[in-house]
């Protein structure tokens, strides 16, 4: 029989969010008549906007014609989506980037977690707590040492670079699931960690388009020393309601390195490319020209008036809270809002009582790490109608305890 990764054997049996769908499916069985309201998984309401829906229109068209048609694109992504990625969210900032530093690709998730394919087991990870899944589960996979990060109250969700030394830190701002942000400041310390202890960033910008605050950068590469320091991951999912229809981009400087076991440096860029030209076949032609026009004028004034939208529910989530006398955290710069459940009770007991008692899905803290424990986390990203709904549930069952 064939030998396994007996590394699976210290995850938890099943993803946080599959867990989350069965308890769901399990009650929405037993108790039919219940309207359950999501705001459990980040996923997005809105559609894709008119200006993309056009654009992957128009390139369905040239797939239907032999003289337009296309087949194997770069894997990297095409030019006209690089040039749109390089001007919109990094030179508006003023970041240059090469072409070939930026790899399209069909997910931060999928790019979070590849990307340890180009490190060896030996690197020291560290990993803020309560965090993503992905990040601890992948590297529980390969086999890496991995060291917490508590983000807790005390430090506001934004830990601080340690006194011990890590190979690898991932990051997360904004912030996945406390909805906290690393101000330029605190981002500032971690380059200077990183550069201290030779140490590279894992920088996931996922939710960016959702910072308003003008003390928080869009980009680690906004900090001085950082692309000899950090890979930077972002994704159309939240930016543009691509959760269903999968683009993302990597970026990675050509002048950051990695040394072998002997000493001798290489490309992080080279070996990243190496790697996604070997597994990936790239993103398809008429998601990248969807994505693409995201960044075109209308593109880009839709976007917002979705993302405000989003905004708006955020508002109405914390003011409900407000109101109820919950401790909340998250919400301004971010579609998470971070909960802190009544009377000590634990995350799945919260859990199950939003369940049962509202008919309401959220996610409970614990499952993004020991620290999440007593916590509770609810997206923004539903309706305004079913948000409001689930405020009001929430108001007239919580009012009255
Ligand atoms: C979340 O709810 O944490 C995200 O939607 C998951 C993801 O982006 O993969």
Redesign the pocket.
């Known amino acids: 029989m064939v030998l396994i990764n007996e590394n699976y054997n210290k995850l938890e049996e099943t993803y946080l ?1 599959t867990r989350i769908a069965k308890k769901r499916a399990a009650y929405a069985e037993a108790h039919p008549e219940a309207e359950i309201i999501s705001m459990g ?3 997005v309401t809105l559609p894709l906007c008119p200006a993309v829906i056009t654009a992957m229109q128009q390139a369905v068209q040239e797939m239907a014609d032999a003289a337009t048609f296309r087949g194997y694109g770069p894997e990297q992504g095409y030019t006209f989506l690089k040039d749109a990625i390089r001007e919109y969210d990094y030179r508006a900032y003023g970041i240059e980037l090469a072409d070939d530093e930026i790899f399209v690709s069909d997910g931060s ?1 999928s790019d979070t977690g590849n990307i340890g394919d180009i490190f060896s087991v030996a690197n020291v990870v560290a990993i803020p707590d309560p965090v ?1 899944p ?1 990040y601890i589960d992948t590297n529980t996979m390969a086999g890496r040492e991995i060291k917490l990060l508590p983000a807790n109250e005390a430090n506001g969700f934004c830990p601080q670079p340690p006194e011990w030394h890590a190979d690898i830190v991932y990051l997360c701002s904004p912030n ?2 406390t909805g906290s942000v690393l101000s330029r400041a605190a981002l500032e310390e971690w380059v200077a960690y990183a550069r201290r202890e030779g140490a590279l960033i894992l920088f996931d910008a ?1 939710y960016k388009a959702f910072i308003t605050d003008p003390d928080v950068p869009h980009s680690i590469y906004e900090i001085p020393g950082a692309m000899e320091c950090a890979i930077e991951f972002s994704s159309f ?1 939240k930016t543009a309601g691509f959760t269903g229809t999968r683009c993302a981009f990597t970026v990675v400087p050509k002048v950051l390195k990695g040394r072998d076991s002997e000493g001798r440096e290489f490309s992080l860029n080279a070996m990243w490319n190496r790697r996604h030209i070997t597994k990936f076949n790239g993103v398809p032609y008429i998601v990248q020209k969807g994505a693409a026009a995201v960044y075109t004028d209308e593109g880009r004034q839709q976007i917002a008036e979705a993302l405000d939208y989003y905004r708006a529910n955020a508002r109405l989530i914390k003011q409900t809270f407000d109101e109820l006398g919950f401790t909340s955290f998250g919400g301004d710069n971010s579609p998470y809002i971070w909960l802190k459940a009544p009377n000590n009770m634990t995350s799945w007991e919260f859990f199950d009582l939003m369940l049962e008692e509202l008919n309401i899905i959220g ?1 409970p803290g614990v499952g993004f790490g020991n620290q999440g424990e007593g916590y509770f986390r609810l ?1 923004a990203f539903g309706s305004h109608e079913n948000t409001a709904i689930a405020m009001q549930r929430m108001r007239e069952y919580f009012s009255t305890k």
């Open positions: 969010f998984i980040g996923d998730k993503y992905v996945n699931p996922a999912s996610t997206t």
